[in-house]
């Protein structure tokens, strides 16, 4: 084995058969499923964490372990459980996003920065604040990019994060 | 402090310090030192983390922003200034030590897992204003013809060697001197736990600051002589993750209540890496630092300090009552 | 009274929509020895924590000894002279009770002269008078409950304060338990420094206090001597409900 790395990327693609309004048209389509799709998965975790009981466990593990212990529950099962979720979660995620545009090895980087920038802006624990922070990142990204260049926006997501951070450490919702 | 210990760690300096000259006058094959260059420089990071990271409990990630600042200001002293190695290195202690300063005073105010998300952005926001920036190179960076190689050593990367030892002695030593004082208990107050330190008199913001401002002058002053190792600086190698990742790694491994721990951890997981590199390939390295650092965490999360602990304990507890 | 030593001026404190407390004013003259009731949640341990700068106030001002401390933070107070003790003791587990004492004796007591001191001697001296000078060497982890509560008030002892808050320190105590804790607490005052005392256990408050004050849903109900506090209707309403 030699010391040569490469990182294949991974997309979708439309056959090429196809011609191109009706490319285009498939594109737009698939876009609003992924859009649909992020929407409903956004609101069944929202609705799972404040309506069912181990949703409500992993709310309280973060805020009061103790007293969850009390109360018969088994903090640590709550935070592999929690665990186990978010990584779900996440890989459907990931699904969703190669039906939007490549995916490589390397990308990891300009995600950690966009999901911790969501995160900070939204409010730890705040689900309809992580769409509205979405959208705020996604919003500047693009005008960054369109303004400045492409070498400019790894630093949009990390940049807003820190601003956040600097004013408003419980973000835009959080208590 | 006893003064006993004190000698003794001075003597133990010296002796270091003479082993690389021997084995500088001595080793003919230059891989040796070109590796050994590698991991003392990790003992450098390592230690200058702990500072920080193991002593105050703040997991800093921007290890690599203040190396990769240290390797720039370095090179670029050397291209328009033509200034010598170790003014270089001071040059970049200083900066290193007033961006810990400002990057402490932007982020220590967060505390756990917010100060650590602050330190990654600090250092990727960094990364993007150098790529950017055309006067240091921009994505190529800068390149420079190495300076001849000063006497008394005959090849440049045997002085670096030198160089990196000494550096990596004074790091170790100003570690120590933290550990054994005031300062250090009171990091360790505000590590176990910081309300309760800020209600006891500790300062807590202002030795928070202190040793930000430590871990990263010593940080970029591993950085400087990279920029002579090299040859080059470019942003994606110099503000690589992987120092961050490294750095926080080897304290973990060795143990991060003693000084002694990141240097043990540096050791071994920089000489790991150094073997993986020459063996299997250069990317298979991130792989064993990371194996190697979940395996410690959840098996030995006092690292192999406390692992000898436990052993000692456990030996003592053996032995018959006298 | 002449010049008190601690006063609090309308001093409110919101959690979000939580009103913990509201336009609260105490003061508490030098030397006294001072009691602070309440039902759970009424909002005394946040009292506490504005006065030693743990947390911050919205509204209203603290002086002590004339100075006001309201925007200075945690570790200038306690500079000044405020030592508390912890309700869930927080010990600096990594150190030995022993050397939990020294942090305060080199960050506070010793401040401009520390080469001069001799910490180890003063911190056994106050280990010695509350009574765990056997236990010096322990981490402070491996504590018992009681011997955990001493440290604790050792530890703001040993930042040579001129009043100390003492949050519910006996929680938990067996009766000869609360009596070395109290009998501690008197030999302080005795040596000049205020105390106020945060307590559940009514003999002990009503033992200790010279004056008290009632805490309920973060205002004040009641003030007055022990006695007439224990008689007082509000008081007993608001600890037993109805």
């Avoid at chain 3, 912890?86 to 002269?113: D, K, W, Y």
Wanted: hydrophobic share 50%; glycine share 10%; aromatic share 8%.
């Amino acid at each position: 084995m030699t010391g040569a790395v490469q990182a294949y990327e991974v997309m979708i693609l439309i056959d090429p058969e196809v011609e191109e309004a009706r490319q285009e048209e498939i594109i737009a389509r698939v876009r609003d499923i992924v859009l649909g799709a992020a929407l409903a998965l956004t609101i069944a975790l929202s609705l799972y964490l404040s309506k069912t009981f181990m949703g409500r466990a992993i709310k309280a593990v973060a805020q009061d372990e103790p007293a969850l212990r009390l109360m018969g529950v088994n903090p640590l099962r709550v935070k592999q459980w929690a665990f186990g979720l978010a990584t779900a979660v996440t890989g459907l995620a990931g699904a969703l996003l190669i039906i939007v545009g490549p995916v490589e090895p390397t990308m990891d980087r300009v995600y950690i920065g966009r999901t911790f920038c969501v995160v900070v802006l939204a409010g730890l624990g705040s689900m309809p604040g992580t769409l509205v922070a979405g959208l705020i990142l996604g919003v500047s990204e693009s005008i960054v990019l369109t303004l400045l260049g492409a070498s400019w926006a790894p630093a949009v997501a990390f940049g807003l994060l820190l601003v956040m951070l600097g004013i408003r450490p419980q973000g835009l919702f959080g208590r | 402090m006893s003064g006993q210990r004190t000698w003794g760690f001075w003597i133990g300096a010296a002796a270091v310090l003479g082993l690389a000259a021997l084995a500088v006058a001595t080793v003919k094959n230059e891989y040796y030192f070109f590796a050994a260059y590698v991991v003392i420089q990790f003992v450098v990071l390592a230690t200058a983390w702990n500072i920080l990271g193991g002593y105050a409990g703040y997991v800093n990630f921007g290890t690599s922003a203040f190396f990769g600042v240290g390797a720039y200001i370095a090179i670029m002293l050397v291209k328009y200034m033509a200034l010598p190695l170790g003014l270089q290195i001071l040059a970049a202690a200083a900066v290193g030590g007033a961006l810990g300063f400002g990057v402490g005073l932007l982020t220590l105010r967060l505390r756990g897992i917010f100060f650590s998300i602050a330190t990654v952005a600090v250092t990727i926001i960094l990364e993007t204003v150098v790529i950017n920036w055309r006067y240091v190179g921009g994505a190529t960076g800068i390149q420079i013809l190495r300076p001849p190689v000063m006497e008394p050593f005959d090849s440049y990367i045997k002085m670096l060697f030198i160089v990196i030892v000494l550096v990596a002695i004074v790091a170790v030593a100003i570690a120590r001197f933290i550990e054994t004082s005031w300062i250090g208990r009171g990091l360790r107050a505000i590590r176990d736990n910081e309300e309760a330190a800020e209600c006891t008199g500790v300062p807590t913001l202002r030795l928070k600051l202190l040793a930000c401002t430590i871990s990263g002058a010593l940080m970029a002053a591993a950085g400087a002589p990279l920029a002579m190792y090299q040859g080059y600086v470019e942003p994606a190698s110099s503000f690589n993750l992987t120092y961050s990742v490294s750095a926080l790694a080897m304290p973990l491994i060795g143990g991060t209540s003693h000084w002694i721990g990141p240097v043990i951890g540096a050791m071994l997981l920089g000489t790991v890496q150094q073997v993986v590199t020459v063996t299997i390939s250069n990317e298979l390295n991130v792989l064993v630092v990371g194996v190697l650092l979940v395996i410690f965490v959840v098996a030995a999360p006092e690292g192999i300090i406390g692992l000898v602990q436990k052993l000692r304990h456990r030996l003592a507890s053996r032995k018959p009552p006298p | 009274m002449s010049e008190p030593l601690l006063r609090i001026d309308g001093v409110s404190k919101h959690f979000g929509g939580f009103a913990a407390l509201t336009e609260v004013s105490i003061a508490v003259a030098p030397g006294e020895r001072f009691g602070l009731i309440g039902p759970n949640g009424s909002g005394k341990t946040t009292l506490i924590n504005c006065v030693s700068g743990s947390l911050r106030n919205e509204s209203g001002t603290i002086t002590f000894a004339g100075e006001n401390i309201s925007k200075l933070p945690a570790f200038q107070r306690t500079r000044r002279g405020i030592a508390r003790s912890f309700q869930i003791p927080r010990p600096f587990t990594s150190m030995s009770v022993l050397e939990n004492l020294i942090v305060p004796l080199e960050f506070v007591a010793h401040r401009g002269s520390l080469h001069r001191a001799d910490t180890h001697g003063e911190a056994m001296a106050i280990l010695k008078e509350i009574g765990l000078a056997d236990k010096a060497l322990t981490p402070s982890n491996r504590l018992s409950q009681v011997e955990l509560r001493k440290l604790e008030l050792a530890r703001a002892m040993a930042a040579k304060p001129k009043l100390l808050i003492s949050d519910e320190a006996m929680a938990g105590l067996a009766g000869n338990e609360i009596g070395e804790v109290l009998d501690i607490l008197f030999k302080l005052n005795a040596a000049g420094i205020t105390i106020i005392m945060i307590e559940h256990i009514m003999q002990a408050v009503m033992r200790f206090s010279q004056r008290v004050i009632c805490l309920d849903a973060g205002r004040i109900i009641c003030e007055g001597t022990p006695d007439s506090i224990v008689k007082n209707g509000e008081v007993q309403r608001a600890y037993l409900g109805a």
